[in-house]
T-cell receptor
Framework: NAGVMQNPRHLVRRRGQEARLRCSPM?????VYWYRQLPEEGLKFMVY????????ESGMPKERFSAEFPKEGPSILRIQQVVRGDSAAYFC??????????FGPGTRLTVL | QQQVKQSPQSLIVQKGGISIINCAYE??????FPWYQQFPGKGPALLIA?????SEKKEGRFTISFNKSAKQFSLHIMDSQPGDSATYFC??????????????FGKGTKLSVKP
C-alpha cells in the first residue's frame, strides 16, 4: 500500500510563473489536506478537500492560490504568479476520515 | 485561541536519557492531539496521538501525557537513541464537527541525541 505521493519533489519557478503541485492520497483515503512549511517553522494549514469539494479553505491566501480534488486523479495545489515569499515546502496529507494522519514527502518550491 | 505553543525549541539528550517536549493549547474544542516526527527533507510522520478522554498513552518508548485542565500535553521519549534525532511537532485539532482535519501545529523541537 503506497503512502501519500507528491510530485514533483522539487520545483523551481521564476517570479510570475505558475506552480502546480500534485498529491495522490493513500488508497482508500478520500480526505486531502494541504499544509505549507516555511524554514524552521511548523506546518500551517491551507486547505481541506474531499472529492470534488472544498471543505475548509480558511488557511488559503485569498489571491493566487487555488486547490482542487477532482473525482478522478490527484489533488492539485495551484499557485499563480509566484513570488519569492511562496518559497516553502508544501505537504499533502490524507485520511479516510477525521484529522490528517499521513503526510507525503512534500514538494519543495523555490522561486527565483 | 488557535495557537499551539511548543517548548523547548531545541533539546540535546544523552543516549539512554529521557527526552521531554511540552505543548500547550488554547482552544478547549480541540479533541485530537497528535505528535509528528520529521527527518530533514522528509514529510512529518505520525508518531502517536491522544484523545482528551485519557491522561496517558504509551507506545513503545513513546508516551503522551495529557492534562486537560491545564490544557497541556507532552511527549516523553524513554531510552532516547541517536536514531531519534529529528524535529518533533505537536499538533491539535478537532475530529468531530467543525473544521475536521485542520490541525494546528507547534513550531517544532529539534532533538539531538548524543551517543
Amino acid at each position: 500500500n503506497a503512502g501519500v505521493m507528491q510530485n514533483p519533489r522539487h520545483l523551481v519557478r521564476r517570479r510570475g510563473q505558475e506552480a502546480r503541485l500534485r498529491c495522490s492520497p493513500m488508497k482508500g483515503h478520500s480526505h486531502v489536506y494541504w499544509y505549507r512549511q516555511l524554514p524552521e517553522e511548523g506546518l500551517k494549514f491551507m486547505v481541506y478537500l474531499q472529492k470534488e469539494n472544498i471543505i475548509d479553505e480558511s488557511g488559503m491566501p485569498k489571491e493566487r492560490f487555488s486547490a482542487e480534488f477532482p473525482k478522478e486523479g490527484p489533488s492539485i495545489l495551484r499557485i499563480q504568479q509566484v513570488v519569492r515569499g511562496d518559497s516553502a515546502a508544501y505537504f499533502c496529507a490524507s485520511s479516510h476520515s477525521g484529522a490528517a494522519g499521513f503526510f507525503g514527502p512534500g514538494t519543495r518550491l523555490t522561486v527565483l | 485561541q488557535q495557537q499551539v505553543k511548543q517548548s523547548p525549541q531545541s533539546l540535546i539528550v544523552q543516549k539512554g536519557g529521557i527526552s521531554i517536549i511540552n505543548c500547550a493549547y488554547e482552544n478547549t474544542a480541540f479533541d485530537y492531539f497528535p505528535w509528528y516526527q520529521q527527518f530533514p527533507g522528509k514529510g512529518p510522520a505520525l508518531l502517536i496521538a491522544i484523545r482528551p478522554d485519557v491522561s496517558e498513552k504509551k507506545e513503545g518508548r513513546f508516551t503522551i501525557s495529557f492534562n486537560k485542565s491545564a490544557k497541556q500535553f507532552s511527549l516523553h521519549i524513554m531510552d532516547s537513541q541517536p536514531g531519534d534525532s529529528a524535529t518533533y511537532f505537536c499538533a491539535a485539532g478537532r475530529l468531530l464537527g467543525g473544521s475536521q482535519g485542520n490541525l494546528i501545529f507547534g513550531k517544532g523541537t529539534k532533538l539531538s541525541v548524543k551517543p
